[in-house]
């Protein structure tokens, strides 16, 4: 957009400029006028002003200031077209674009909306792209959603407090809900409006003040997060403990590694329900480790190997990602 406005001006600088300079040379030729004389008569014939001339023309001069009227009205009409020009393509464009994002979001289903994109929702949403989860962020900064416009960033602009822009997002549709706006009071009201538009949804909180997790708790938030204490505990258990923190950073964080966490969900006639982990032989078969299994509100970490696994169950697994994509694959309903 910014090119396109660059040519164009510079388009109608030059033509302009060539205009002026072949009138003031031709004036100076034709009439032997001297370069200020002749730059005034330029000047006034090609805006069209039509101020008093500076000595009567000859024939060739008149002749030659119809010319030059006629290349300043061209001169301006160019200018005007090409300024016109750039403004619709770039407000087209911006429709066009806006209108495909619109429609993109309202497919949208089991996404994740991210309430506001301060500096922590930017480092969720820079996740959830190398992640290419689908997510639509809500936030009402102009600015912030120019810049997210910029980055092709699929985004509501409103207050995320107000039940028509949590509609927009697709509220009804999401399975995610992440309310980290700058203040506890805006959290607090959309995880309440979040949870009255679709109660099956889960929703985690961003805490600002210390002791504000009850509140957000109280609000419908399933888990809130404090960043200041988990920075702090982060902190510490790195200068306590640096070789676990490393190997957090690496299956967690990204590394040479290539190691990561992922949640499996059991389903019916899968591969793996009715049998045990032994059975199974997942961390043979699927090179993954099975760190914790969750079956409702029970949540037992390192099961044994001769835990059945049943439809519903949440297997915490870790590993490469081809191998938990290979565990994925035999959780799933194999008739699917």
């Given at each position: 957009?910014q090119?396109?406005?660059r040519?164009?001006?510079?388009?109608a600088?030059v033509?302009?400029?060539?205009?002026?300079?072949?009138?003031?040379?031709?004036?100076?030729v034709?009439?032997?006028?001297?370069?200020?004389d002749?730059?005034?008569?330029?000047?006034?014939?090609?805006?069209?002003i039509?101020?008093?001339e500076?000595?009567?023309?000859s024939?060739?001069?008149?002749?030659?200031?119809i010319?030059?009227?006629?290349?300043?009205?061209?001169v301006?009409?160019?200018?005007?077209?090409?300024v016109a020009r750039v403004?619709?393509e770039?407000?087209?464009?911006r429709?066009?674009?806006?209108?495909?994002?619109?429609t993109?979001?309202?497919?949208?289903?089991?996404?994740i909306?991210?309430?506001?994109?301060?500096?922590?929702?930017?480092a969720v949403?820079?996740?959830?792209r190398?992640?290419?989860?689908p997510?639509?962020v809500?936030?009402?900064?102009?600015?912030?959603?120019?810049?997210?416009e910029?980055k092709?960033?699929?985004?509501?602009q409103g207050?995320?407090?107000q039940?028509?822009?949590?509609?927009?997002?697709?509220?009804?549709?999401?399975?995610?809900f992440?309310?980290?706006?700058?203040?506890?009071a805006?959290?607090?009201?959309?995880i309440?409006?979040?949870r009255?538009?679709?109660?099956?949804?889960?929703?985690?909180?961003?805490a600002?003040?210390?002791?504000?997790?009850?509140?957000?708790?109280?609000?419908?938030?399933?888990q809130?997060?404090?960043?200041?204490?988990?920075?702090?505990k982060?902190?510490a258990?790195t200068?306590?403990?640096?070789a676990?923190?490393?190997?957090?950073?690496?299956?967690?964080?990204?590394s040479?590694?290539?190691?990561?966490?992922?949640e499996?969900k059991?389903?019916?006639?899968?591969?793996?329900?009715?049998?045990?982990l032994a059975?199974?032989?997942?961390?043979?078969?699927?090179?993954?480790?099975?760190?914790?299994?969750k079956r409702?509100?029970?949540?037992?970490?390192n099961?044994?190997?001769d835990?059945?696994?049943?439809?519903g169950?949440?297997?915490?697994?870790?590993g490469?990602?081809?191998?938990l994509?290979?565990?994925?694959?035999?959780?799933?309903?194999s008739?699917?």
């Amino acid at each position: 957009m910014q090119s396109s406005r660059r040519r164009a001006f510079l388009s109608a600088l030059v033509a302009g400029g060539a205009v002026i300079a072949a009138g003031t040379v031709g004036y100076m030729v034709i009439e032997g006028l001297s370069l200020l004389d002749a730059l005034y008569m330029t000047t006034i014939t090609v805006t069209t002003i039509g101020f008093k001339e500076v000595a009567p023309l000859s024939v060739p001069g008149r002749i030659f200031t119809i010319a030059m009227a006629f290349a300043g009205i061209g001169v301006i009409f160019f200018t005007g077209t090409e300024v016109a020009r750039v403004i619709l393509e770039g407000n087209l464009r911006r429709f066009i674009d806006k209108t495909r994002e619109n429609t993109m979001i309202k497919r949208l289903s089991d996404h994740i909306i991210v309430c506001g994109h301060g500096r922590l929702g930017q480092a969720v949403v820079e996740v959830l792209r190398e992640h290419e989860n689908p997510f639509v962020v809500v936030e009402c900064n102009t600015e912030i959603c120019d810049q997210l416009e910029q980055k092709h960033i699929p985004f509501i602009q409103g207050d995320a407090t107000q039940e028509d822009v949590l509609r927009t997002a697709g509220i009804e549709r999401a399975k995610t809900f992440l309310s980290c706006m700058g203040d506890d009071a805006h959290n607090v009201y959309a995880i309440l409006l979040a949870r009255q538009l679709c109660p099956s949804i889960t929703i985690i909180g961003l805490a600002v003040e210390d002791g504000s997790e009850d509140r957000l708790r109280l609000a419908g938030a399933h888990q809130v997060i404090n960043p200041y204490k988990l920075g702090g505990k982060r902190l510490a258990l790195t200068a306590i403990k640096p070789a676990m923190m490393d190997f957090i950073d690496a299956s967690m964080l990204g590394s040479t590694m290539e190691l990561e966490l992922a949640e499996i969900k059991v389903e019916k006639g899968s591969e793996l329900e009715g049998r045990t982990l032994a059975e199974a032989h997942v961390r043979r078969n699927f090179g993954v480790i099975i760190v914790a299994r969750k079956r409702g509100d029970d949540t037992c970490f390192n099961p044994p190997s001769d835990f059945r696994m049943q439809q519903g169950d949440t297997l915490i697994a870790l590993g490469p990602l081809k191998a938990l994509e290979g565990a994925e694959k035999a959780a799933q309903d194999s008739s699917s």
